[in-house]
Each structure stands twice: as C-alpha cells, then as structure tokens.
C-alpha cells in the first residue's frame, strides 16, 4: 500500500511540474527503464512464451490496455503484439500484480504475489490485456 501511494504522490508531482513549469519531468531510472524488454527489480513482467521466456514486456506503472503495444526484445515475440500474446509472469516487483483478459480491468482477475514467476493458466494464456500495481476491479 505504502508504495502505492508512493507511486501516485510521485505521479502527481511529475505532471504538476510539467505543467506549471512548462518542461517535461523525468521519472527515476526505474520508470525510465519500463517497456525496455529487459525485466528489472521493481518490475512485473510478463512472456511472450512460458518458461517464463522469450521477450518480456516490462511494467513499472500500470497498463490498462495494451493494444498496439510490442514486444521490445530481445527474444522469441520480439515485435509481436503484447495484447492477448503473452504465456509467463515474473513479478520482480515487491507488491502484488494483477492482470486482466480485457483492457481497463475488465473480464476474469487473476493476482500474482511479489516472487512469483510461472506460467499463465489456460484462462490468461494469450489472453491479457491490461495489468495493474493494486487490485483496479
């Protein structure tokens, strides 16, 4: 919950910054480092194939549709579509990830507890869509 809030905090300062000052605010290394197709600490990740392996699609910030976003690489799925497209988990992260079939927190739920890494279950196999730092249903 504390890195939550954290989160949000530093997301407000960020656009509020950008705003009055007219320039554009960075993140830290980590949220810079999101999206990268290399999963780092802090960070949930999600497979192109189960193992986990192949290319990763790396979140430090939340998702809530992946629609038109691409694997970046390296790795088998490199430049295909994240969107119901990917197989295995890796939550790098210290908080729990949950991940939903349909954008914006719609369809089936499932959550992943910090650690875990596994595959997907026929429910979210190839299924995701959207995915969330705290529980978004």
């Known amino acids: ?27 830290g290394p980590a949220s810079a480092a999101e999206k990268n197709g290399y999963l780092e600490s802090g960070e949930f990740g999600l497979f192109f194939n189960t193992g986990p392996a192949g290319a990763v699609w790396d979140l ?26 990917t197989a295995g988990y890796n939550n790098r992260d210290s908080v729990r990830w949950w991940v939903y079939t349909d954008a914006n927190a719609g369809g089936y739920e499932g959550s992943l507890p910090a650690g875990y890494i596994g595959n997907a279950t026929a429910t979210f196999k190839n299924k995701i869509s959207s995915a969330y730092f705290y529980e978004a249903s």
């Not at 809030?5 to 960075?26: D, P």
């Not at 910030?61 to 390296?74: C, I, R």
């Open 60 to 85: 430090y910030y939340q998702d809530v549709d992946f629609w038109g976003e691409k694997f970046p690489g390296p790795g088998n799925g490199t430049d295909d579509f994240v969107n119901d497209n």
């Open 1 to 27: 919950m504390q890195r939550t809030a954290l989160r949000r905090v530093a997301t407000t300062a960020i656009a509020l910054a950008a705003l009055g000052l007219g320039t554009l605010a960075t993140a």
